[in-house]
T-cell receptor
Framework: DAGITQSPRHKVTETGTPVTLRCHQTENHRYMYWYRQDPGHGLRLIHYSYGVKDTDKGEVSDGYSVSRSKTEDFLLTLESATSSQTSVYFC?????????????FGPGTRLTVT | DQQVKQNSPSLSVQEGRISILNCDYT??????FLWYKKYPAEGPTFLISISSIKDKNEDGRFTVFLNKSAKHLSLHIVPSQPGDSAVYFC????????????FGDGTTLTVKP
């Protein structure tokens, strides 16, 4: 299994509070991604990174920011959490070369915003 | 506009029979396609992929077929086993997408013993 961990695994927070989710990899993969999964919507890309300090927006980036100061860590921040951000968040990584298209996912973080 | 569609939210098959999961796409720039499997409370795991230069790729009980003219791919599982019960996501990307995949909404497969 690819070495990807996410923390925390579960979090309950109140509307308006900031929240940071962490993704950590031990595979030295170049690309990292944050997705959210909601019923009936599959996996939707929030932000992704193609290198240290190189990030870009995905299809549902409003209300989220990211940072990648080291190859192994990719942080997702909700500056002011809203109930619509209640979801399961998955981090994924992919490498370079012939297997670069395959993504390896972390176990997910279940976030509830009350 | 959803570029990758899995029109069947769920599928139920008997153990030992064939499971066929379908996926349609609209973006002609997609040239690589993947299937992922997801169990409850776990992250998705890569299952099988196919490049647009091929029309079939096989890995054990799993075969993916690609029909480029119809912009359609399918995943065949033969024989189906109860442990195959999971959500299956189809994904697609182009070679200029920095590895970004576009996912379908998933199909929940239930294999009954």
């Amino acid at each position: 299994d690819a070495g990807i961990t996410q923390s925390p695994r579960h979090k309950v927070t109140e509307t308006g509070t900031p929240v940071t989710l962490r993704c950590h990899q031990t595979e030295n993969h170049r690309y990292m991604y944050w997705y959210r999964q909601d019923p009936g919507h599959g996996l939707r890309l929030i932000h992704y990174s193609y290198g240290v300090k190189d990030t870009d927006k995905g299809e549902v980036s409003d209300g989220y920011s990211v940072s990648r100061s080291k190859t192994e860590d990719f942080l997702l921040t909700l500056e002011s959490a809203t109930s619509s951000q209640t979801s399961v968040y998955f981090c994924a990584i992919s490498g370079a070369g012939v297997t670069s298209y395959e993504q390896y996912f972390g176990p997910g973080t279940r976030l509830t915003v009350t | 506009d959803q570029q990758v569609k899995q029109n069947s939210p769920s599928l139920s098959v008997q153990e030992g029979r064939i499971s066929i999961l379908n996926c349609d796409y609209t973006n002609s720039m997609f040239d690589y396609f993947l299937w992922y499997k997801k169990y409850p409370a776990e992250g998705p795991t890569f299952l099988i992929s196919i490049s647009s230069i091929k029309d079939k790729n096989e890995d054990g009980r799993f075969t993916v077929f690609l029909n480029k003219s119809a912009k359609h791919l399918s995943l065949h599982i033969v024989p189906s086993q109860p442990g195959d019960s999971a959500v299956y996501f189809c994904a697609a990307l182009g070679n200029t997408n920095a590895g970004k995949s576009t996912f379908g909404d998933g199909t929940t497969l239930t294999v009954k013993p």
